[in-house]
T-cell receptor, first 114, second 112 residues
Framework: NAGVTQTPKFQVLKTGQSMTLQCAQD?????MYWYRQDPGMGLRLIYY???????DKGEVPNGYNVSRLNKREFSLRLESAAPSQTSVYFC?????????????FGPGTRLTVL | TQLLEQSPQFLSIQEGENLTVYCNSS?????LQWYRQEPGEGPVLLVT?????EVKKLKRLTFQFGDARKDSSLHITAAQPGDTGLYLCAGGSGGSNYKLTFGKGTLLTVNP
């Protein structure tokens, strides 16, 4: 099992460019999440999908959109990248079995916006 | 808004020393997880505690959930260089969205 995979691993964009970060999990998990991690800020939730067919905003959704393509895949799109979106992005998945809420993370995408 | 405060933010110790990392909140959580993150990688789950007062051990690591389920601690005995990393606590509030609230982490460096 690969667990949670993310592509690409690294990306450099110019201000105003768009891109989509891809995430897939092979653990048959119901819930999937997108986080960003910045120095001194910890992990902040951007969007999540509690189950296939649903998506909801997290703590910092502005400038992002998501698509839950199927149970396995959850993508994050930046329509018009800004330097403030320079960060490391992590995708996670969870079996969503209360009360455990255990999440499994991908290796991350390191994004730089110039 | 639920917040988790971790302390200390940074910790640098010598191999063989003991240490404790704390995770505190004013909110009650239905579960509390600890993750370790190494440079360039994603967080990896270490343990989940769900019952107030619960203690779990993972080799040299001991995790405790506070009686009121508002705080937790991670104790490492005889730290080794391989323990170096960012330790994150995360609280689950239950409900149907299964979201986690993360602390900002404790960056541990164990020097040989």
């Amino acid at each position: 099992n690969a667990g949670v995979t993310q592509t690409p691993k690294f990306q450099v964009l110019k201000t105003g460019q768009s891109m989509t970060l891809q995430c897939a999990q092979d653990m048959n998990h119901n819930s999937m999440y997108w986080y960003r991690q910045d120095p001194g800020m910890g992990l902040r939730l951007i969007y999540y999908s509690a189950s296939e067919g649903t998506t909801d905003k997290g703590e910092v959704p502005n400038g992002y959109n998501v698509s839950r393509l199927n149970k396995r895949e959850f993508s994050l799109r930046l329509e018009s990248a800004a330097p403030s979106q320079t960060s490391v992005y992590f995708c996670a998945s969870s079996a969503a079995l209360a009360p455990y809420n255990e999440q499994f993370f991908g290796p991350g995408t390191r994004l730089t916006v110039l | 808004t639920q917040l988790l405060e971790q302390s200390p933010q940074f910790l640098s110790i010598q191999e063989g020393e003991n240490l404790t990392v704390y995770c505190n909140s004013s909110s009650v959580f239905s579960s509390l997880q600890w993750y370790r993150q190494e440079p360039g990688e994603g967080p990896v789950l270490l343990v989940t505690v769900v019952t107030g007062g619960e203690v779990k051990k993972l080799k040299r690591l001991t995790f405790q959930f506070g009686d009121a389920r508002k705080d937790s601690s991670l104790h490492i005995t005889a730290a080794q260089p391989g323990d170096t990393g960012l330790y994150l606590c995360a609280g689950g509030s239950g409900g149907s969205n299964y979201k986690l609230t993360f602390g900002k982490g404790t960056l541990l460096t164990v020097n040989p």
